[in-house]
């Protein structure tokens, strides 16, 4: 009977314990990886607002040297600052551009050359891409 209510009282410690080391931060972390530790990209639109009318569909894309995508490309709206996030380190190139993609009848020339950084890119650490659309063709 002794042996027993030890055995009881271990259990239940060890249950206990086992129940308070599960933190729920950590559990969604590691379902959803947090970007505190990733590559970090900020992309600013350095425009003139309002220049780009409601109806169309200008995006910011940030690729590899291969063209792939590294994030979801961002819709242009009234944000001017854009963020992305990748899992490195990474060696290599990043390019943000604008893109516009077309509706019927609403194709709006512009001019943006890409922001192209090539290097080692680092866990926590944030790298700037500036982007300086126009409307009207360089010389």
Request: charged share 10%.
């Amino acid at each position: 009977m002794k042996t027993t209510k030890i055995l009881s009282v271990i259990s239940f410690v060890l249950i206990v314990l086992g129940a308070s080391a599960i933190n729920p931060d950590h559990v969604s972390q590691v379902a959803n990886p947090s970007s505190t530790g990733n590559i970090k990209y900020t992309v600013t639109l350095h425009v003139n607002a309002p220049v780009f009318p409601s109806y169309a569909n200008f995006y910011i894309v940030l690729k590899d040297g291969s063209g792939q995508y590294i994030s979801r490309p961002q819709k242009v709206g009234s944000a001017t600052v854009f963020y992305f996030s990748e899992i490195g380190p990474v060696r290599g190139s990043r390019v943000a551009s604008l893109i516009e993609v077309p509706q019927e009848g609403a194709y709006i020339p512009f001019y943006c050359n890409p922001d192209i950084k090539t290097g080692l890119f680092r866990n926590g650490v944030t790298y700037m891409f500036n982007l300086y659309p126009s409307f009207q063709q360089p010389n």
